[in-house]
Structure formats: C-alpha cells, structure tokens
C-alpha cells in the first residue's frame, strides 16, 4: 500500500486451479524495474530509489516468499501494463479439482470454487 499513490488502485484476486489456490495483488503503483525484479525477494534488499522515501528493512518481501515456498507454493512478480504490479503466489491443495467443478458459481459440500478469466 505504501508503493500507491492516495489516487491509486489495489485489487485482490483470489481463484481455485485444479491444483492451487492462487492470489493475485494487482496495484497501480510506481512500478518495478527488471533489473530489481532479480532481487526482489532477497532479505534486506531496498529498492535504491525508495530508501530515502519509505522506512523499512527490506524484509517484507523475503519472509512472505519463505512462508510460500514453506507452503509448497510460489512466489512472483510482473509488471502491470504501464504501471504498477502483480504479485501472485499459489498454495497447492491438498485434493485436486475436478476441472468441471471450477465453472463460475460452481456449489459442492457448501464449498464454492471460482475460476478466474485472463
């Protein structure tokens, strides 16, 4: 929230793969280089650029890809058309999906799954 402007924009997304539970952060932010994109995740590591305008210890990041990966899921980041970025990491489930059951509005056991359309 702190990367967005006051005029900006956060969406949360969350969706069911056969084999995943899949979160999306998508915000109208400052953007992220490619270059600090290799380095993202990396403990302590602050993006040059915004060492003097935000606190912080570069941990934030490190620790959410840990408890992912702890998990057994990923974690990424994309940029987001002109500006911002996508942060997504899957959590795998323990039971697969039949790819039936993910039709929108689908109801199985007082359980709804969703899917998401790109």
């Given amino acids: ?3 967005t402007p006051g005029s900006g924009l956060i969406k949360i997304k ?3 793969t056969s084999t995943d539970v899949v979160f999306q952060i998508i915000d ?14 990396e403990p302590y590591h602050r993006l040059e650029r915004d060492r003097e305008r935000f606190d912080g210890m570069g941990l934030g ?8 990966e702890l998990h057994g899921g990923r974690i990424w980041v994309e940029n987001a ?3 911002g970025s ?12 039949k790819p039936e059951h993910l039709k929108l509005g689908y109801k199985n056991k007082r359980k709804s799954y969703e899917a998401a359309v790109n």
């Fill in 28 to 41: 109208s932010g400052i953007g992220i280089s490619s270059s600090d994109m290799a380095y993202l995740f």
């Fill in 86 to 97: 996508i942060f997504t990491f899957t959590i795998p489930t323990l039971t697969p999906v």
């Fill in 61 to 68: 990041l490190a620790l959410s890809k840990r408890f992912v």
């Fill in 1 to 3: 929230m702190k990367y």
């Fill in 81 to 83: 058309n002109e500006h």
């Fill in 14 to 16: 969350c969706f069911r």
